[in-house]
């Protein structure tokens, strides 16, 4: 099995600094949806700090109006490279993954391998992100050279 775990702030719309407007909300999901249209095996799991503000089914929920039928879970509560850990931990049958977010620092240093890094206020469309994420979808079974 494959996982994508995804944050929202910074990777689906614009991250702001808390003193300015970010702009339409998810706005940059439709781009991760045609990414994902032929790959409905992947997992999509949520690490995004919304998962304090909304229940997993809420989630889901706002999610499966873009993603379809794409399955979708919610990493547990936690700082975000802790609980990505912890959520591949208890799911061995994850064999590869990729983690979209805007802040590197969350994940340590040096920061893992499978980190695809989005700048806040371009998210998905940070140059290059979309082409990664792409080259390990297309690859079997996802195991690519990252």
């Not at 979209?100 to 700048?119: I, K, N, Q, S």
Request: glycine content about 8%; overall charge negative; some cysteine.
């Amino acid at each position: 099995m494959r996982a994508l775990f995804l944050d929202f702030d910074g990777v689906l719309h614009r991250a702001g600094n808390g003193l300015e407007d970010t702009g339409p909300m998810l706005v940059w999901l439709p781009l991760l949806a045609d990414a994902l249209s032929a790959y409905p095996d992947v997992l999509v799991v949520v690490h995004s700090t919304w998962r304090y503000q909304y229940s997993s089914d809420e989630i889901r929920k706002l999610l499966a109006g873009c993603l379809g039928g794409q399955p979708i879970a919610i990493a547990p509560r936690g700082p975000r490279w802790e609980a990505i850990r912890w959520f591949l931990q208890m799911n061995p049958a994850v064999a590869s993954y990729r983690i979209l977010d805007d802040e590197p620092d969350e994940f340590g240093h040096p920061a893992p391998d499978e980190l695809l890094v989005c700048e806040s206020a371009l998210g998905l469309t940070t140059p290059g992100v979309l082409s990664a994420l792409m080259r390990w979808l297309a690859c079997s079974g996802g195991v690519e050279p990252v």
